[in-house]
C-alpha cells in the first residue's frame, strides 16, 4: 500500500501546483474566459449541473464502448486470419495502416451522410476504425512472435497448428492484446467525442462542447472537456483493472 501510495501523491502534487498557478494566472492576468477560463469557473459549471455533465458523459461513453467492443472484435478476428494465413496479413495490414491515417474529421462527415445524421450508427463505426488499428498489429504480434525454441518444441511432438495456436500464441498474445487495449480504450473515446463534434445527436459530450463554445459558455464548454476527461481515464484504468484481474501473474512477474 505504501509503494503505491509513493506513486500516487506525486502526480496529485503536481496536479494541484498547475491547478493553482492557472488560477493565479488568470486572476491577475485578468484573462478573459472565452481565452482562457479559471479552474473556478470550470468547476462551478461542472458541480454546479453535475447531472448533465454525467448523463452526457454517459452517452459518450456508450458510443466509445460500443465502438471499442467492434473494433476490438474485428482487430482481434483479423490478428488470427493474417497470423494463419500469410496472403490475409499482406493485405490488411496495409489497409488497416490506411485506415489509422485517415484523420477522423475526414471519416465522420462521409460515414454522416451514408448513416442517418441523428442516429449513433456513424461515430460507432468511426470509434471502431480507429480501435481496429491498434489491436490488430498488437495481437499480430503476439500471436507470430513466439519463441522459436518453444514452437520448434511444439512441432517436434507433432503438435497441429491448432493445438499450437492454443497452447502456444494465444498464451504469448494475451500481454500484447493488453497492450493494444490501452491504447484503444482512451483512443475510443477521443474518436467519439471527435465524431459527435461534426454533427448528430445533442446528447453527448462532443456536441455539448461544441455548442456551449459557440453560445461563449466557455466554463461549461471546458467544464464538459473536464467530463470528457474523466470519462477516458476511467476507461483506462478499467482496462488496467481487468488486465490484472485477467493476467495476475503478470503484475506479480511485475512486482518480482
Known sequence: ????????????????????????????????????????????????????????????????????????????????????????NNLITPLAAGLAAVPIIALTPILNNMFSITSRTPRVLVTMIIVFFPMLVNVTRGLVQVQPVQLELMRSMNA??????????????????????KIAAPLSVIAALVAEYFGGPQEGLGSRIAGSAANTAYGRAWAYVVAAIITGLVFYLVTIALERWTTPWADRTRST
Open 160 to 181: 497441429a497448428p491448432r493445438t499450437i495456436l492454443r497452447v502456444l500464441r494465444v498464451p504469448n498474445a494475451i500481454p500484447f492484446f493488453f497492450t493494444g487495449l
Open 1 to 88: 500500500m505504501t509503494d503505491r501510495l509513493k506513486f500516487i501523491w506525486p502526480p496529485i502534487i503536481i496536479g494541484v501546483l498547475v491547478l493553482a498557478a492557472w488560477q493565479a494566472i488568470v486572476v491577475v492576468q485578468d484573462i478573459q474566459p472565452y481565452l482562457l477560463p479559471a479552474p473556478s469557473l470550470i468547476a462551478e459549471n461542472f458541480f454546479g449541473d453535475i447531472s448533465l455533465m454525467w448523463s452526457t458523459a454517459i452517452y459518450t461513453a456508450i458510443t466509445a464502448f460500443l465502438g471499442l467492443v467492434l473494433g476490438t472484435i474485428a482487430g482481434v478476428l483479423m490478428a488470427f486470419l493474417a497470423q494463419r494465413l500469410i496472403v490475409v
